[in-house]
């Protein structure tokens, strides 16, 4: 099947994690060290974004990170074609961002 940016898609994982106490401070780290480990990037403090290859790899990765989430907190997960991705505005302070460079091709593992 062609590449494609109706197919091809950014998953992002928004979460608000409760950091009272120790414990609940240790599984907030746990939750992004994971999604680190899972080829994660850091956008902003709570929202962490990936490339994936398609609908079928970004299940693969929801079911994954379902098992790390932590007791307390919220955890969303949103997913984007490239298309969609290609429209994104960012502003740094009040200088508007360049678009983000997409990925020139697929990397496999």
């Given at each position: ?75 969303h997960i949103v997913y984007l074609t490239d298309k969609q991705y ?24």
């Amino acid at each position: 099947m062609a590449l494609s940016g109706f197919r091809l898609m950014w998953m992002i994982v928004l979460f608000d994690l409760p950091v009272l106490t120790k414990k609940e401070r240790k599984a907030a780290t746990r939750f992004r060290n994971d999604l680190l480990d899972e080829g994660f990037e850091m956008s902003q403090f709570s929202v962490y974004m990936r490339f994936c290859s398609g609908k079928e790899q970004a299940e693969t990765l929801t079911r994954r990170i379902e098992h790390c989430v932590p007791k307390t907190g919220k955890v969303h997960i949103v997913y984007l074609t490239d298309k969609q991705y290609e429209n994104i505005v960012c502003f740094d302070g009040r200088k508007r961002e360049l678009g983000r460079k997409n990925p020139g091709q697929l990397m496999l593992f």
